[in-house]
Every structure is written in structure tokens, then in C-alpha cells.
């Protein structure tokens, strides 16, 4: 099967050959708009959950 | 290194460094490309082919990604701690200060405060709840250290803090965790209100109106959940009650007043400079959980915004929740479930300036 247009997969669907949108995207070199690259570390820490100032012991 | 496409963006994590390495999909390709072993200058080529680019501006941004990745996602930096693993018994050698016994989700609790700052950070959101009937199934102790805080149940630490309000959010999601034994797949710092069966949680930052939309939920008809701390329990994916006071700072008792008359009558504390009161309205729900979590909802208010809300995609939904602060267990199954979670659940942001207007809008979402 020919891979379908990027306009018509929807997001994470996948062709016959397991292609996903972004895949045949690149094939075709249409990546609709560049954006520049960034990564984002997103620390996961229950303390970071918690509201308020509060004082570390070290600084009373 | 465990990775999870999700759309056309990447999240990436490393077993032995805590968080989610989030990657844009203009980094996702550059990662895609680097994984072919292919030199530098071809890696530029493709990415410069690949979105249309000028050579120069691919250079450019190839060289300060890979730069910041070597700094980072690709270091040798080691994160995850052992810490609460590695103390199994401890003395406690300093006298209690506080000692009482609560029923919380069906099990009684002995919580232990070993100081007056402890006491007044954590006993106002325990002041409402039933005294347990009987001897207590867990005793939770908050004791301080030279590093910080550290929560034990029983003999067990099962958290280290360095402030005092993060100890007591620790404290309060591992008294509910252990109460009804369910594991957590992730925390988020949100509020959650809904029915019985679905609830909207509304993820925000410090100080930024969680209590007080909870709070005017609350007054119009919906199941309180949690104002700050919202555990998502593995497996199930149910959001349990934590049904701990409402902190509410002087700004909003204008607000809440007229829908909660016992607010006026609640001591004033004061708390880092701020003056506060607390909150449990009669009715409050004091055990359970909602077992659907229908949306996400950020929302923020702003003075002179109009009630808009609209839906995020998944990248920005993550990169919302890393603003306002969340944990997820820090496996590779884990992680997935998380991802595959959020991308089931709808998400959208909500400017308001009119809480009852806010309020209406999150109410549809569930009704």
C-alpha cells in the first residue's frame, strides 16, 4: 500500500509498513514548521507538590 | 535509557536520574539521527534537509542541543537517592511534642509531631478529622534532622524532605497512600473536584487559586478530592479523598465567605507572614475515591481575562505539569502507564478572571 499523506493520518496512527505521520512526513521532507530543538527535564519530586514557603531548618 | 515517543515529540528517562527528559520533535529527529552513528556533518545535513533549514541555523541549533545534552540527558550524573531506603530503624531519642490519633480512610492513624514548628504546619490540616476509635493501624512521625525532615511510618522512612511544607505534603499523600494501600503512580500538585464516579483535576502553582476554586466547587455541589496534593493510584487510576482542611489565605476570604459561614468564625493563623484560615465544611467527603479522572484542567486566573478555555496537546500538557510541579514512580512501566494515562485524558487550558464563572466551566466537564 502507498503510504497515506500525512494530512491523513491521524496522531499515532500508522500505515501498512508502521509508519506514523512523522514518519512519512520526514519521507516526504515536509515537516509542516520549524521550531527550534529543546529538551526539558521535568524533575519528579512529591516535594516539589507541596504549596508555601517554608523555611529549611539549616536557614532558621 | 528508556524511551517513549509519544505524537512527534520524545520522552526519554534514565533509570538512575529522577524526572522525564521531555524532547521537542525538531530534538526528537535529532535524536532519531544521532542513534544512526552518523557523523556530525551528516546529522546536520538531514536535520537541514529534513525541516528545509539553512545549513548555518541547523549547525546551530544541532550543536547547542547536543551541547546541552552532554550537560544533561547524556552526563554522568547520578540523581536518585537511597536515602530513605537506607534507614530502616532509627532511635527516637527527642520527645514527642505532639502525639493524637486519627481515622483517616478507614484506618486509625497516630501521627507524631516532635516540634511546635511541625505542630503548626501539619496539625491545622488534621483538625477536623474523626479520633480513631481504637489503637492505631500505622504511626506516622515527623522528626527533624541537619539535612531537613524526615516521615516515618512506623519504623520505615518513607520520605526525606528539606522544607517544612513539603514534609507535611509528604507526610499527608503517604498517611492516604498507606491507608489504603494502593501504590501511587504519580502525585500532582493540584486540586481535584468532580462527582463520585469522574472528577477534573486542575494542576497550578503555589498560590495560585487551587484552594479557592476547590473550595467554590465544593459550595456548588461537587465531591472535594484534594487541594493540593492529587494522587493518581496505580493500576486503578483513581484519584483517592484527601480529606485534610482547606488552607485559605486572606485574599480569598472575601470570596469563600458568603459560601462557607464558619470561615469567618475559623482562627486566624499566621503563616510565613501571610494570614490564613482553615476550612472543613460540613459534608466533607472523608473517605473513597473518584474512580475516572475526565480531564485536566489548567487554570489560571488573571484579572480581566475572559472565561476562555481551550485544549492542549500532549507536549504542552506535560510541559504545564512540570511548571506546576508533579512525581511520577520512577520505572520504565511506570512511566508508560503515565504517558498512555495523560494521552487518554482530555486536557485544556482555562483563563478566568470570575471564579463562579471558572467554576461552571469545570463543572461541565463532568457533568
Redesign the interface.
Known amino acids: 500500500m502507498d503510504s497515506k499523506p500525512d494530512s491523513e493520518l491521524e ?2 496512527q500508522t500505515t501498512e509498513t508502521g509508519d ?3 514518519d512519512v512526513a ?1 519521507k516526504l ?1 515536509r ?1 509542516a514548521a ?25 536557614s532558621r | 535509557m528508556w524511551e517513549f515517543p509519544v ?2 515529540f520524545l520522552v526519554l528517562a534514565r533509570p538512575e536520574v ?10 526528537r ?2 535524536w532519531d539521527i544521532l542513534k544512526t552513528e552518523v557523523s556530525f556533518q551528516e546529522l546536520v545535513r538531514q536535520f537541514a ?5 539553512p545549513a548555518e541555523l541547523a549547525e546551530q ?2 550543536t ?2 547536543l551541547d ?2 552532554r550537560s ?2 547524556l552526563s554522568e550524573q547520578r540523581t536518585l537517592s537511597a536515602r530513605n531506603a537506607a534507614y530502616p530503624e532509627v532511635a527516637f531519642s527527642r520527645a514527642d511534642y505532639f502525639s493524637r490519633d486519627y481515622l483517616i480512610q478507614g484506618k486509625n492513624v497516630r501521627v507524631i509531631l516532635q516540634t511546635p514548628e511541625l505542630l503548626e ?1 501539619i496539625a491545622p490540616r488534621l483538625g477536623s478529622l474523626p479520633h480513631a476509635p481504637s489503637a492505631p493501624d500505622f504511626t506516622f512521625r515527623v522528626v ?1 534532622d ?1 539535612d ?2 524526615r516521615i516515618f511510618c512506623d519504623a520505615c522512612c518513607v ?1 526525606s ?10 507526610l499527608l ?1 503517604e498517611i492516604v497512600r498507606r491507608c489504603r494501600d494502593r501504590d501511587c503512580l504519580a ?3 493540584a486540586g481535584a473536584c468532580g462527582s463520585d464516579s469522574r472528577c477534573v483535576v486542575f494542576p497550578a502553582g ?2 495560585s487559586g ?1 484552594t479557592t476554586l476547590a473550595a467554590v466547587l465544593m459550595n456548588r455541589g461537587l465531591t472535594f478530592y484534594a487541594d ?2 492529587v494522587l493518581l493510584e496505580r493500576d486503578t487510576l483513581s484519584v483517592p479523598v484527601m480529606p485534610f482542611a482547606l ?1 485559605v489565605r486572606e485574599g480569598s476570604w472575601d470570596v469563600l465567605a458568603p459560601r462557607f459561614p464558619e470561615l469567618q468564625d475559623a482562627p486566624v493563623v499566621s ?2 507572614g501571610q494570614r490564613v484560615r482553615f476550612l472543613s465544611p460540613a459534608g466533607m467527603k472523608q473517605d473513597g475515591h473518584c474512580g475516572q479522572v475526565g480531564a485536566i484542567v489548567f487554570a489560571r486566573f488573571q484579572p480581566d481575562a475572559a472565561n476562555e478555555i481551550s485544549a492542549l496537546d500532549h507536549l504542552q500538557t ?2 504545564r ?2 511548571e506546576s ?4 514512580a ?1 520505572d520504565e512501566q511506570s512511566i508508560r502507564a503515565f504517558l498512555a494515562w495523560i ?1 487518554s485524558t482530555a486536557t485544556f487550558t482555562l483563563s478566568y478572571s470570575d471564579v463562579d464563572q471558572a467554576a461552571s466551566t469545570i463543572r461541565r466537564l463532568i457533568v
Request: net charge positive.
Open positions: 496522531s499515532g506514523t505521520r512523522r520526514r521532507g515537516f520549524y521550531a527550534a530543538p529543546f529538551t526539558v527535564l521535568a524533575l519528579s519530586a512529591k516535594a516539589g507538590t507541596s504549596s508555601g514557603p517554608g523555611p529549611h531548618p539549616r | 505524537d512527534d529522577a524526572g522525564l527528559y521531555i524532547l521537542s520533535p525538531s530534538a529527529l535529532i534537509s529534513t525541516y528545509g533549514i541549533d544541532v547547542r542541543t546541552n545534552w544533561g540527558l504546619e527533624e541537619p531537613g525532615f520520605g524532605e528539606e522544607g517544612l511544607t513539603a514534609a507535611r505534603g509528604v499523600q502525585v500532582f500538585h503555589t498560590q487551587k493540593d496534593s488552607m503563616r510565613y506535560l510541559l505539569l512540570q510541579g508533579f512525581w511520577v520512577h494521552q
